[in-house]
């Protein structure tokens, strides 16, 4: 009867060590995910125009943004929630974006300058893919741009090469570049 028993106890035991591994094997085994969920189930929460920034060094970190755009004429907009005059240049952009530029990928790119939760609030009303960067990374990037403020532009061609940067918008004379880009 005690082999029975055992037995019956062994096999329970495989079973539930079993069922368990198969159960949490696609789970996200980062703590600070604390979820419980799927890695792809989380990541499917966030609206699809807010992408992860990539896992560089800082200094490599537009480089990087870019490389995901490859082929396709780009306008990055480096920005802040605070700045009045990167506000009225999306006002401006916005309506162009389904029409005289609906082959350009707008790229939007902002840090903790920003407060976050005011940055995903506004992010729903700008159409384009938007990053949020923590750290030094954006400082960096708008020294190698040789800008020290925003709004800050960056016209990329379907080649890669980095057109033109411009400091605060400049209107026509930038929407020119990208029709020409395009």
Known sequence: MKKKILGFLALAVIIVVSFASGLFSDLDENP????????????????????????????????????RYAGEVVLVDFWATWCQPC???MEKLEPLKDSRFKNVKFVYVTDATSPKETWEQMVPGIHGDHYYLEGAGMD????????????????????????????????????KLLDEAL
């Open 32 to 67: 600070e995910n604390g979820t419980g969920q799927p890695l792809q189930e989380q990541t499917d929460q966030f609206p699809p125009s807010v992408k992860k920034a990539p896992d560089v060094s800082p200094e490599n970190m537009l480089d990087a943004i870019l490389a």
């Open 140 to 175: 960096l990037i708008l020294g190698q741009l040789g800008s020290g403020g925003y709004p800050t532009y960056l016209v990329v061609d379907r080649e890669g090469n980095r057109v033109r940067t411009f400091i605060g918008y400049q209107g026509e004379k930038m929407l």
């Open 87 to 89: 506000l009225q240049a």
